[in-house]
């Protein structure tokens, strides 16, 4: 069974573009997390999405967005790119609420 | 608001050797306790999963201890090895949260010597 898949790994993008980034959680699995993980505020929750819908939001402005499809791939989106936006962005995928969750490798986001 | 906590925030043994890392959470209503391993740069690898209702988990050389009552979770690593030096991180899903929301420590940074 492959695992979480994210893409790209690598991107650098400059100050005040937009980002897209893909997770593609394992077979069967309808919840898709996103988390933020940066030196100074270890990993926060961004938002997650189940069966196509938003479930969970955290503390995050509105640049951050995402949405999920009808194969449960998921996708995150943040407009007007700042420097502190720069981080390791992790994807989740478990079966429902409550059960193991699975991460993928990390799509790492530098703004220049 | 849950608040997650792991002590110490780094350690440094010698192989072989036994160990513990601490996991606290302010909150006990929790589904469960999930803890994960991070190497530098990369993503999170799941290691034991413990559900509200048990008292520990155990895989090869680690062993998960969860008190609920007391918001406190250890991670036992027996004849540690070198291989095992990364970072672990210890996250709790509150039963308040529907869903999967993962509320994490800081993690504690682990070097086996040689």
């Known amino acids: 069974k492959a695992g979480v898949t994210q893409t790209p790994r690598y991107l650098i993008k400059t100050r005040g573009q937009q980002v897209t980034l893909s997770c593609s959680p394992i077979s069967g699995h309808r919840s898709v997390s996103w988390y933020q993980q940066t030196p100074g505020q270890g990993l926060q929750f961004l938002f997650e999405?189940?069966?196509?819908?938003?479930?969970n939001k955290g503390n995050f402005p509105g640049r951050f967005s995402g949405r999920q499809f009808s194969n449960s791939r998921s996708e995150m989106n943040v407009s007007t790119l700042e420097l502190g936006d720069s981080a390791l962005y992790l994807c989740?995928?478990?079966?429902?609420?409550?059960?193991?969750?699975?991460f993928g490798q990390g799509t790492r986001l530098t703004v220049v | 608001k849950q608040e997650v906590t792991q002590i110490p925030a780094a350690l440094s043994v010698p192989e072989g050797e036994n160990l513990v890392l601490n996991c606290s959470f302010t909150d006990s209503a929790i589904y469960n306790l999930q803890w994960f391993r991070q190497d530098p740069g990369k993503g999170l690898t799941s290691l034991l999963l413990?559900?509200?209702?048990?008292r520990e988990q155990t895989s090869g050389r680690l062993n998960a201890s969860l008190d609920k009552s007391s918001g406190r979770s250890t991670l036992y690593i027996a004849a540690s090895q070198p291989g095992d030096s990364a970072t672990y991180l210890c996250?709790?899903?509150?039963?308040?949260?529907?869903?999967?929301?993962?509320?994490f420590g800081e993690g504690t940074q682990l070097t086996v010597n040689p």
């Open positions: 996250a709790v899903q509150n039963q308040e949260t529907s869903g999967s929301r993962l509320t």
């Open positions: 989740a995928s478990s079966e429902q609420g409550g059960t193991e969750a699975f």
């Open positions: 999405y189940f069966s196509e819908t938003q479930r």
């Open positions: 413990i559900q509200s209702s048990q």
